[in-house]
């Protein structure tokens, strides 16, 4: 099979494989890309989920592109506003000649003979295009798109009405005057219910325990203020650094101090609720950020209880049956509609067999380097964004350290750079500190964490920006070679875990 040149290979058209093609256009305007997408449009989050009320949990204006600052007046954006500004994105860059839908990445094999990646994608058709690619930019996300996490519950046959998960949202369901039962406590649930009860009889939050859910304003009065005195994108780096050091000094606070932090989001929650409500729903057992913070925007949340159109429950699913839900305390919550808000499925490197030199390359077996390469794979990156702010921060950062390596490769004349194991053993540890369920459950299938730099992730911006754009490319640790020139380390890794 005849195969297509091209210096990089970006997987992925949302925020993360964007802001790859987009830094290559700006800052390597000579390297050749392709973006391969397997869905039929661009945006990918902000394409597949189509559930009521979709919006952002992190503000624009650091969720968005460092490159093409956020102008819309609303910091907390809806996911139509979100797909536009990533295909408007697109646009800016000319990245959209480069752009191949309804490509779906099976497989990638490294040959160190070659210096390239061997990348094969399926068309909707079923047939295959192979690409040669000098880099590997892994933008696809951390979930699975073709399934999310369903458990099965008891009796769920026996239920008259119909059960639908969020993922996969019926384009004509029609839940007006509907008693609508949500199953869950996650951002997804929180952002469901003030929609649906709009127009729903009454929406019920079933939670198995409770999280952590503050209100605020969907708009930044002060980020807006800005951008009528600033040039745009002036004002964009000013709201995205104020926002960034302000979040990261909250959430520090909130780590190092939870006796104190966690009381002052449980008070939160109490005003924000009607008088005499059960605070119990609203008073988690973890401690503010072992999981994320669920916002309500303008208290949309709490505004739907006000209004009698929305409870919360917090109890266990016995099993299903014709009329609902019985529970464990035997309790029976009747439903029309039954939403399971139950989580992602956590699907590492969007499911692509990955090979190096004809062994299979197993993601779990690896370390992270610099929270953006991974242990004896050359020339790949693969975006896992950050979990305690927004996401597309690590992004941008994964693709400026991208271009940086690439740079170094053409300074050098070189052809491959890999973070070399250089020891026989590591001492390893689980690269995520959140317990939330989607995590947890993925623990197993995901890559590691060393316990020193660069082998460490960090979720803290600043951080990181020191770590991926001030460092030097060659610290001895990311090996730059010739193709054909040996790159392994003398002895196989030995992970010795430090748990």
Partial sequence: MDEIGVDVV???????????????????????????????????????????????????????????????????????????????????????????????????????????????????????????????????????????????????????????????WPERLDYTGKNVLVIGSGATAVTLIPTMAQTAAHVTMLQRSPSYIVARPGRDKHANRLKTLLPHNLAGIAVRWKNVLMSRKMRQRMMQDPSKARPMLIGMAKMSLPK?????????????????????????????????????????????????????????????????????KLLRGGGVALSVDGEPANLKDTVIYKGAMYSNIPNFSLVFGYTGSSWTLKADLAARYMVRVLKELDRRGADIAVPAAHVASMKTTWMQTFTSGYVVRARDDMPRQGIEHPWQVHQDYVTDRRIMLKEPIADGVLRLVKAGQPWRTAAPMAFEAAE
């Fill in 276 to 344: 005499g409500y059960d605070i119990s729903h609203f008073t988690p057992k973890h401690q503010p950020w072992e999981q994320r913070i669920c916002l309500a925007p303008d208290g949309d949340f709490y505004k739907a209880i006000h209004r009698g159109k929305a409870s919360v429950v917090t109890d266990t699913v016995d099993r299903f049956v014709p009329e609902g839900v019985k529970l464990a305390s035997g309790r029976v919550l009747e439903a029309d509609i039954i939403v399971t808000a139950t989580g992602l």
């Fill in 10 to 168: 970006v997987v992925g058209a949302g925020l993360s494989g964007v802001s790859g093609a987009a830094w290559l256009a700006k800052k390597a305007p000579r390297k050749s890309y392709v973006v391969l997408e397997g869905r039929d449009d661009v945006g990918g989050t902000w394409d597949l989920f189509r559930y009521p009320g979709i919006r952002s949990d992190s503000d624009m204006h650091t969720l968005g592109f460092s490159l093409h600052p956020w102008r819309d007046k609303d910091a907390i954006a809806a996911g139509g506003k979100i797909k536009d500004y990533i295909a408007a994105t697109i646009d800016r860059f000319g990245i959209r000649p480069h752009l191949r839908l309804g490509h779906r990445v099976i497989s990638a094999d490294w040959s160190s003979d070659r210096a390239r990646w061997r990348v094969c994608a399926e068309r909707k058709d079923g047939t295959r295009v192979v690409f040669a690619a000098r880099y590997l930019y892994m933008g696809s996300g951390y979930y699975d798109y073709d399934k999310g996490h369903a458990p099965v519950f008891e009796g769920q046959e026996d239920f008259a009405g119909q059960v639908v998960h969020p993922q996969f």
